[in-house]
Structures are given as C-alpha cells and as structure tokens.
C-alpha cells in the first residue's frame, strides 16, 4: 500500500509540471548524463523512451546516435511484464507501442550482456538508490545479473528519504536529478 500511495503522489506531482518546467529540468539531466564517465566511454546505451511527464529523453537518444554510440530501445510485452532490448538505427524507427510509449517497430536482438549502460525510468528514488518502478517489474527482471551501469532518470522531488524494497528489486548505480545526484 505505501508503494501505491507513493506512486500516486508522484504521478500527480509530475503531471503538474509545465511544458517549460519539464523540458528545462530535463535539459539539465541531458546534460550531466552525456558528461557521466560511463556513458562516455559506453559503446551501447540501453535508453528508455519518456512518457507521463518524464525528464525527456528523445534529445539523449537523438545525441547518442549522433556521437556513433550504438542505442538500445526496449520493447515491453505485456503478456509477460518482460523487455526485449532492441537496437535502434533512428528514432524515425519508433511507433506507439505499449502503454502508448514509443518503442522500435523492428526488432533487431540485442544480448543484454553487450550492453554496458542501461538508462532505467522510475518514479520515486532513496538515498541509497533504491527505485520505485510502475509496479509490474519489468526493469527487476531485465536487470537481475546484468553487469551494466545502471543510471535512472528523475526530477528531484522523486528523491525519498526510503523506499520499502522487496528481494526483487534492483538499486541503481547512479541516480541523477536536475539538482544533482545519488
């Protein structure tokens, strides 16, 4: 129950931000994610696409694209709450996919050990990089033994004191805010 509460209090906190709020935060987040070591030197990046008032990551996407870095979109499959990593050569590749978020429209396989960070969505963090995921566990189970880097994207309000954590849960190795990091 605290985490749907909590999930909910987020939600509305996030859908309340204007357009100049979101895209203003988010280039900031851009901005100290590019400049991470670990993306840096990260021949595949594993990036989500944002939805529901998330900092925006189609800018990081395009960028990563740009700088020769070879991009992984996930594909969600409803029927199991599991992803298939998916490389993508342009963002033109993307289509509505589930849950209305932007996923590639060709699948082209990717094993997840290739890929050496993975950018992870949420909606609430702790100090100890805990996540809070949407509640169906696609991230824990993609992310169980993976070696990758793992980065999650989020405003600063998303940072909590604790989050409640179950066996399955994957912390982040890194958190990063429009004000700084975890």
Known sequence: MIKELLREKMRRHRKHLTDAEVMEKSEIIRYKLLGKKAVKEAKTVMMYVSNFREPQTLPIIKQLLEDGKK????ISQTATNTIIPTYIEDITELKKGAYGILEPQIIRPVDKNDI???VVPGIAFDMHRNRLGFGKGYYDKFLEG???YTIALCYDFQ???????DDSDVPMD???TEEGEV
């Not at 991009?71 to 996930?74: G, I």
């Not at 940072?159 to 954590?165: G, L, M």
Request: proline content about 10%.
């Open 159 to 165: 940072i909590v004191k604790n989050i409640p954590v």
């Open 174 to 176: 890194l958190v990063l």
């Open 146 to 148: 993976m070696r990758a």
């Open 116 to 118: 050496d960070v993975v």
């Open 71 to 74: 991009v992984v979109v996930p």
